[in-house]
Structures are given as structure tokens and as C-alpha cells.
């Protein structure tokens, strides 16, 4: 089974238009494309129904996929979202419904508003979500003690908790988002599954270490796709990382639909199921079972999934 970790519902509303414009700047350098020609294709991006990511998945082979809802509402100078966060958290919940078999969903939330612990509870037992997402470049850092009800809810409905970590498009600032702010979280909650998005991004040796010496912490390699424009440099970077954390800890995940236009999701599917020869001859090696548990054997365990 292939699930990915790390997916979102998009369209115009439910991201703030200074969060597009920075994203198509940053993907027009990156591509090496007329910033107009990417503003043009924002659009393939867009859809709260789930039928999109789930045809995506079909032609990929991924057979479920984590959507994470982000509560952006308080974030500075993305603060004209149309919608509110229970009506985000239900597009999330609806999507669901519309593919139960193969879309799970976390709840999004800032664990600054005034009754985030009541809204998680809600998103938990009557939306059906099973997990949390934290996106700190909000404002707020993870180990901040407004958080720590959420995370108690966690626990007490089981379900992981899932926090960016890493560099952001601007206007928002990630300096809330490095890893180092979630060790004492990991030390304070120990039975509670906290997975670092994007192994840590521009802080990745941290979140390396971090992830080392806390059982309870895991990495999703969403975004590594950029890693793999130089396929070489990847997997090197990919056996790294299994030789610093045990492979049980690591997550597929692919940020969908942010990188679709960069590497779509059959694409990134097949560096993990389809390794190159070159990469072979290189010495660089990994084992089916390392690969079967990155795909979606881990993501089962930590999930409770059927297989």
C-alpha cells in the first residue's frame, strides 16, 4: 500500500492571495518560467472535492492520501481569508466523504483562538479526522504552552499531530517552524506521534537529531522533490538520512498540489519504487523492506490502517 502523508485541498478562498502570489514568484524562478505563465496555471491546482487529488492517485498508484487543513486566520497579513476555520476544516471533512476509501483527513487549527481545544474535539468526533495539523509560521512556536491542549486532545483521541517545520513562502516567517522548538514538546509528550513536515526543511540536520533520540517523532520527505531535479543528490541524501533515523520514522508525503506543476505524483511515486540502475551502480542501495515501510507501511502503523 502507497499512502502519502502529506496532501491539501486548494482553491482561490481557502488560501490567502498573498500566500499564491509568493508561491508563484518563488515557482516561476524555480522552474525557470514566466511568473504570468504560472499565475496562469494556478487554477490546475484548485479543487475542494477531492476528485482531483484522487485521480492524481490513480495514475500514480497511491491508494490513500492524508489531507491536512491549514488554519492560516490569525497569520499575519493573510488575515482576508473568505473562510472561516470550521467551515475550512468541513471542505476537508466533505472531500472524505466524497472518497472514504481513499482520503483520511487532519484537522487544521491555531491553537492561539480562544476555543481551539473545543474546535479540535468537534473536528475530532463529529468530522471524523484523524490526526492535527499545526502550521506555526502562523505565529506561535510549537513548544508555546497554547499549544499544549491540543496536544493533550491528541492523546486523548490517539491520533498524531503533524507540524511544519521548515522555510515558507513569504509573507509568512519561519522562524517559528525550526525543529528545534519541538524537542521539548516530544520530551513533554511522549506517547504522542509527532511527525516533523518536510524533515525539517532547511533545518533537516536537526530535525535528523531531534527525530534520533525521540521514538516519538517522525520525518515526511514532502518537498523533496526539488532533491530530486539532481536524482543523484537525492538518493544519496535519501540513504543518509536511513543511516541517521530508523527507516520505521519515515513518511512519503508529497505536499500535493504545491509541487504538481514541478514533479507530478506518478513521477515521485516511481523514485521509490522504480530506482534508477545509475543510482544502483553508484552503491547506493536500500532494501525493499525500507522502501515498503517509507511508501506506506509506516503510515499504516502509525494510522491504525487496514492493509
Not at 492524481?56 to 492520501?65: E, R, T
Not at 503533524?162 to 509573507?171: A, D, I, M, Q, W
Request: with cysteine; hydrophobic share 45%.
Amino acid at each position: 500500500m502507497i499512502v502519502d502523508m502529506h496532501t491539501h485541498l486548494c482553491d482561490r478562498d481557502g488560501v490567502a492571495k498573498p500566500f499564491w502570489d509568493g508561491w508563484a514568484e518563488v515557482s516561476a524562478l524555480r522552474v525557470n518560467r514566466p511568473l504570468e505563465k504560472v499565475q496562469r496555471r494556478l487554477p490546475e491546482l484548485w479543487d475542494i472535492s477531492g476528485d482531483m487529488i484522487v485521480k492524481d492517485m490513480d495514475a500514480a498508484g497511491i491508494n490513500k492520501s492524508v489531507l491536512l487543513a491549514i488554519d492560516w486566520g490569525l497569520a499575519r497579513h493573510l488575515g482576508d481569508l473568505k473562510l472561516s476555520v470550521e467551515e475550512i476544516n468541513k471542505v476537508y471533512a466533505d472531500a472524505v466523504k466524497n472518497h472514504p476509501q481513499r482520503l483520511i483527513a487532519f484537522a487544521g487549527i491555531d491553537p492561539r483562538r480562544n476555543d481551539a481545544a473545543r474546535l479540535v474535539e468537534k473536528f475530532l468526533k463529529e468530522l471524523g479526522m484523524k490526526g492535527v495539523k499545526f502550521h506555526t509560521a502562523a505565529g506561535f512556536y510549537p513548544n508555546d504552552r497554547v499549544c499544549y491542549p491540543i496536544y493533550e486532545k491528541a492523546l486523548e483521541y490517539g491520533v498524531p499531530i503533524l507540524l511544519h517545520t521548515g522555510e515558507v513562502l513569504k509573507p509568512l516567517h519561519f522562524k517559528y517552524c525550526q525543529p528545534i522548538y519541538v524537542q521539548k514538546v516530544a520530551m513533554d509528550f511522549p506517547d504522542l506521534p509527532i511527525i516533523l513536515a518536510h524533515a525539517g526543511g532547511c533545518w533537516y540536520p536537526e530535525a535528523v537529531a531531534i527525530c534520533a533520540n525521540a521514538t516519538n517523532v517522525y520525518l515526511d520527505l514532502s518537498v523533496w522533490q526539488a532533491r530530486f531535479l539532481r536524482p543523484l543528490n537525492f538518493y544519496r541524501a535519501l540513504r543518509t538520512l536511513l543511516d541517521s533515523v530508523s527507516w520505521q520514522r519515515v513518511l512519503f508525503g508529497s505536499d500535493y498540489p504545491f509541487l504538481k506543476l514541478l514533479i507530478n505524483q506518478e513521477r515521485w511515486v516511481k523514485a521509490f519504487t522504480e530506482i534508477p540502475d545509475s543510482v544502483k551502480e553508484q552503491r547506493i542501495r536500500f532494501t525493499d523492506e525500507e522502501m515498503a515501510g517509507i511508501t506506506g507501511g509506516n503510515a499504516v502503523r502509525l494510522l491504525g490502517l487496514a492493509e
